[in-house]
């Protein structure tokens, strides 16, 4: 994931490596939605969730870009039996403190 500014990139963060899951996470051919998103939950934070396909398992968690370090647990959960059911966004409720992911 790249985090930048209007000038530059401030940060190239290595998710699957971070996570220690392998690179088979690739789009569903019939889908031109990614298997990853993220959302800004504060000014240094982000909330990161990505489904790897080959296991079924969906993980989420915060990454602070100015440390450059995961700054909570990684949550992992598996979804059904379906390569078509997959988070496709995430949205921050600022007033709730709370995000919200959006599946297929």
């Known amino acids: 994931m790249l985090v930048f500014d209007k000038r530059k990139v401030i940060r190239d963060f290595n ?3 971070a996570i220690e899951i392998d690179n088979k996470t690739r ?3 019939n889908f031109p939605d990614p ?7 504060a000014d240094d934070k982000i909330f ?8 079924l398992m ?15 647990p990684v949550i992992k959960t598996e979804l059904p039996a379906s ?11 600022d007033e709730k403190q709370f995000v919200y992911i959006f599946y297929r």
């Open 35 to 41: 298997y990853i998103n993220a959302v800004f939950v």
């Open 48 to 55: 990161i969730n990505v489904f790897h396909s080959k296991t």
């Open 27 to 29: 789009p569903n051919d």
């Open 58 to 72: 969906m993980y989420h968690f915060l990454y602070d870009y100015h440390e450059n370090a995961i700054v909570s």
């Open 83 to 93: 390569t078509r059911n997959f988070p496709m966004s995430s949205y921050y409720d």
């Open 15 to 17: 998710i699957n490596e």
